[in-house]
């Protein structure tokens, strides 16, 4: 089974500084899909950036980019400028590409905190 | 932009009581989750519906929670008696065809007492 880890509970950012967020995975599969979600206080879950294993270049959408190392089973988020409406829990996830319809498995999660 | 709707935002029930949750897939989508998540914790999947029918089930989705798409639109999961443990926010998710992408809604707050 696949797991998911974020070793970071806490993060906290200046306004308009860039803040790195980690996870790591353990798979023994060779294709899957990363992701990225934020959940603000209202708790909706919003996806943010997603990778897919099979390509070397790593996402990227606006403010947010990712660091993928496949062979370190690592993926990271990064959030440059950030603001203060980033703030937020982001939670890291894994799924598998063999068929559509596999599950999401999340991380424990990363509460962001940006400072004014 | 089409999007995932719940209904309600907020039920309150008592210990032993059967609730019903319910979820507007975005129309085109073909796959569906549900996923619960307790305050404080990760979010966790529970069953996944295609071609109504369950494709896959976590080892929380026991017999006391099903799920059904009685309509064609709406997506119901039910738990026939529910526990104080079941309080979590429960969160309904949909995915287009090879779109690998699961939009989610805003959840429903179930708590028991």
């Known amino acids: 089974a696949q797991t998911v880890t974020q070793s970071q509970p806490e993060m906290s950012v200046q306004e308009a500084e860039t803040v790195t967020l980690s996870c790591t995975y353990d798979t023994s599969e060779s294709d899957y899909y990363l992701f990225w979600y934020k959940q603000p206080p209202s708790r909706q879950m919003i996806l943010v950036i997603r990778q897919e294993a099979y390509k070397q270049q790593n996402a990227t959408e606006n403010r947010f980019s990712v660091n993928f190392q496949k062979a370190a089973k690592s993926f990271s988020l990064k959030i440059s400028d950030s603001q203060l409406g980033d703030a937020a829990m982001y939670f890291c996830?894994?799924?598998?590409?063999?068929?559509?319809?596999?599950?999401?498995?999340f991380g424990e999660g990363t509460q962001l905190t940006v400072n004014p | 932009e089409p999007e995932v709707t719940q209904t309600p935002s907020h039920q309150v029930t008592q210990m032993g009581q059967e609730v019903i949750l319910r979820c507007v897939p975005i129309?085109?989508?073909?796959?569906f989750y549900w996923y619960r998540q307790i305050l404080g914790q990760k979010v966790e999947f529970l069953v996944s519906?295609?071609?109504?029918?369950?494709?896959?089930k976590s080892e929380i989705f026991d017999d006391q929670f099903s799920v059904e798409r009685p309509d064609g639109s709406n997506f119901t999961l039910k738990i026939r008696s529910t526990k104080l443990e079941d309080s979590a926010m429960y969160f309904c998710a949909s995915e287009g065809l090879a779109v690998y992408e699961q939009y989610f809604g805003p959840g429903t707050r179930l708590t028991v007492t």
């Open positions: 996830a894994y799924r598998s590409e063999e068929t559509s319809g596999s599950r999401l498995t």
């Open positions: 519906f295609y071609n109504n029918e369950i494709s896959e």
């Open positions: 129309s085109n989508h073909l796959y």
